[in-house]
């Protein structure tokens, strides 16, 4: 077996393991830092090491190897920890990333990179070393000697696991038994090549069912799991100490209680103190507590598979499919007499309710907590609030909130770029917060909770809020369309302009009036919109409308003239017949719709897609309350038919972008039927009054009727 076809599971679980180092790495505590959270972070730089080692990745191994030396220090309290050297620490961690992702892709790591990264660690070994010579008195000459390792990696030397994986827990000359269950012949003899190279094997002996290697090694026991868990399951392999021989027993017992008598009064004991002194406190406060969270993570990767994102799209796919097959036999079956027909009714009925719940089992494969896009936000916060000499302080809600993976990378940019944004434009400066009666340390909170069929992300900081006329007089000079009687969030939606900005200087974070607008491009690509909440002096809240998933939502069918188009569910709020008392015809050609002392825009789906053959008395419509981008608006359509579930297949993939539509679906007669994009509806109708434009949806759906789209 080739030892490549490991690589994936080796790069998966080292991200993960790099994503729980920057967590612990940005919960230390400097003043006094918690030597779980040390050991932790030990561990994983140990583990990346010895996998690298396993894998010949010699530059990441190298990397490693030196970050893991200079965390040996710090967990023994040998290297007085400052915020500076955590910076150095992330560095690292972010240069460990670049490497691994360069191995993924088959690529070299940079290596002038490395090189500095080399530099800096090693500068901080020396650095070190050299600060505690004075207090080391007489033994000053073990300097040197001690500054080595630091230096060892540079060329690459350590390039076996039998030569890094052991740094703070070794013990030499131990023998163990390295027993693997259920392996087959063709693993088997891959494991014993990867343990000849931790150290000799004295024995071995077994079959497929139970195999045992005797192995005479001074590398843990823990070490070895975790890199022969990187070829077969966890619960294949188990490791032991094994007995003493009887040749062993009175040569090797001995010898301790020599060295002991020996160090008590000779000058040999005061030569050799240091070194018995430094390495004794190492077992027990690496080992010991390393040992329970390998038990645990046993159990938990036991009862869990890695399944790739493409076989979890396939199946989504096929779902798909089965429900838009499910839905072609609904709408025969409602054609049949019901009397005659009950079983096949009965049986559809329980089709329907099996593929629903089918499809809500395979969805939530794909869905994630919000905790993996919060992880990445305590970084950016604390390198950005630093670099603008601003104190801030970061809290997450609702981490557990789970969304599908497409959209949790996708949200990643804009969510940045909104945390920048409030860091440098809504938190005030220590200073003015003071002056304001405020805490001097600002408040950034990020959340996440489900509402209906959607997800509310908001980000929200205690900051100076936003300035109504100071965005006015900007879109004014920018030569916008504006006036003093615009609402509030009309106002706040101006920020969304290509180019707009009310920073007084351009920063290193922002300021340049480029992104935001991208931020809401992006939102609306996945299917949402953004609103924005801010009081004066108080703060700002931006949120951010999601659907769960993009692949299957919940609609409302209604009908146009001959055509059925598709409403979100999650938009609609109500329907009703309008009567003429309710309707207004306002300045120009906008109209009006009266719902409970509230006036809504009208948009007349038959004018603003061209269909043909529709209801164009307003009175003899259905006039259907829909919300989006935080405003609602008044559809008048002909009929509504019902709700049902849909595939949304992308349009701008299999055909063009088209005006007020934000994808398709197929229905259950095969036709093709429009999912509407409610802000886009409104602001087609509104440009179609102002000046007709040559182009129908209607017809583009003709087209891809007629195209098999």
């Known amino acids: 077996m080739d030892i490549t076809d490991f690589y994936d599971t080796f790069f998966e679980e080292a991200q993960e393991l790099l994503a729980d180092m920057e967590r612990h790495l940005l919960e230390l505590d400097v003043e006094e830092p918690d030597s779980e959270q040390l050991n932790a972070i030990f561990r994983t730089v140990h583990s990346i090491k010895g996998g690298a080692g396993t894998f010949g990745f010699e530059v990441l191994q190298n990397t490693a190897h030196l970050f893991e030396n200079l965390l040996d220090h710090a967990r023994h309290g040998e290297l007085t920890l400052r915020q500076d050297i955590v910076d150095v620490f992330l560095e690292t961690k972010d240069m460990l990333n670049d490497q691994l992702n360069a191995y993924r892709n088959g690529e070299e790591p940079d290596q002038e990179a490395f090189e500095r990264i080399c530099k800096t660690l090693q500068q901080l070994a020396l650095e070190e070393i050299a600060g505690s010579t004075p207090e080391n008195g007489a033994p000053a000459a073990a300097t040197p000697k001690e500054a080595a390792p630091a230096e060892e990696p540079k060329p690459a030397q350590d390039s076996t696991p039998a030569q890094t994986a052991e740094v703070g827990d070794e013990q030499a000359g131990q023998r163990l038994i390295v027993a693997f269950s259920g392996v087959s012949e063709e693993n088997r003899k891959l494991l014993v090549e990867e343990l000849e190279q931790f150290g000799t094997i004295q024995a071995q002996s077994g079959d497929d069912a139970r195999y045992e290697v005797e192995l005479e090694t001074t590398t843990s026991a823990d070490d070895i799991e975790s890199v022969m868990c990187f070829i077969i399951e966890p619960e294949q392999v188990e490791t032991r100490a094994a007995a003493p021989s009887s040749a062993e027993t009175p040569t090797k017992e001995p010898e301790p209680a020599a060295a002991n008598e020996q160090q008590q009064p000779g000058k040999a ?19 010991k507590p390393a040992a329970k969270p390998a038990n645990k993570s046993k159990a938990g990767e036991s009862s869990s598979i890695r399944v790739s994102v493409e076989k979890v799209d396939q199946i989504i796919n096929l779902v798909g499919e089965l429900i838009i097959t499910q839905s072609m036999l609904d709408q025969t079956v409602s054609t049949l007499e019901g009397i005659t027909n009950t079983s096949l009714i009965n049986g559809m009925s329980l089709l329907q309710r099996n593929a629903r719940d089918l499809q809500e089992a395979v969805m939530s494969i794909r869905m994630i907590p919000m905790d993996f896009v919060f992880s990445r936000f305590p970084r950016v916060v604390r390198e950005t609030s630093s670099k603008l000499g601003k104190q801030i302080e970061l809290a997450t809600e609702g981490e557990s909130t789970e969304l599908d993976k497409s959209l949790t990378e996708r949200i ?14 809504g938190i005030e400066s220590p200073d003015e917060r003071e002056a304001a009666g405020k805490p001097r340390a600002g408040k950034l909170t990020l959340s996440a909770r489900h509402q209906g069929g959607n997800i509310i992300i908001e980000v929200s900081d205690d900051g100076a809020g936003l300035s109504r006329e100071r965005i006015l007089a900007k879109a004014r000079e920018s030569g916008l369309n504006v006036s003093d009687t615009m609402s509030d969030d009309e106002v706040w939606q101006l920020i969304f302009a290509a180019g707009f900005s009310t920073a007084k200087e351009v920063t290193d974070v922002s300021g340049r009036g480029v992104g935001m607008d991208v931020v809401k491009r992006n939102i609306q690509g996945m299917g949402g919109h953004v609103q924005i909440m801010s009081t004066p002096g108080q703060g700002t809240t931006i949120r951010i409308v999601l659907p769960l998933t993009l692949a299957i939502l919940d609609g ?7 055509e059925v188009f598709i409403l979100p569910l999650s938009t609609v709020l109500q329907s009703l017949q309008p009567s003429k008392d309710d309707l207004y015809q306002m300045a120009g050609s906008d109209e009006v719709l ?30 259907v309350i829909v919300q989006g981008e935080g405003r609602r608006y008044a559809l008048l359509v002909d009929e509504l038919i019902g709700q049902q579930q849909v595939v949304v297949k992308n349009l701008e993939t299999n055909y063009r972008k088209v005006p007020g539509v934000s994808a398709a679906t197929i229905l259950g007669d095969g036709s093709v039927a429009l999912i509407l994009d409610i802000p886009g509806l409104h602001q087609l109708s509104r440009s179609k009054k102002d000046a007709p434009q040559p182009g129908s949806p209607a017809s583009d759906k003709t087209m891809l009727s007629s195209s098999g789209g």
Request: no cysteine.
């Open 269 to 287: 004991a005061e030569q050799s103190a240091p070194s018995v002194q430094d390495e004794k406190p190492k077992p027990p406060t690496a080992k």
């Open 412 to 425: 990643i940019d804009p969510l940045t770029h909104l945390v920048r944004n409030s860091l440098d434009h």
């Open 556 to 562: 409302m069918s209604i009908k146009v003239g001959d």
């Open 594 to 623: 009266r719902v409970r002392d509230e006036y809504l825009p009208v948009v007349a789906v038959h004018q603003a897609l061209d269909v043909a053959g529709a209801e164009t008395d307003p009175t003899r419509s259905i006039a």
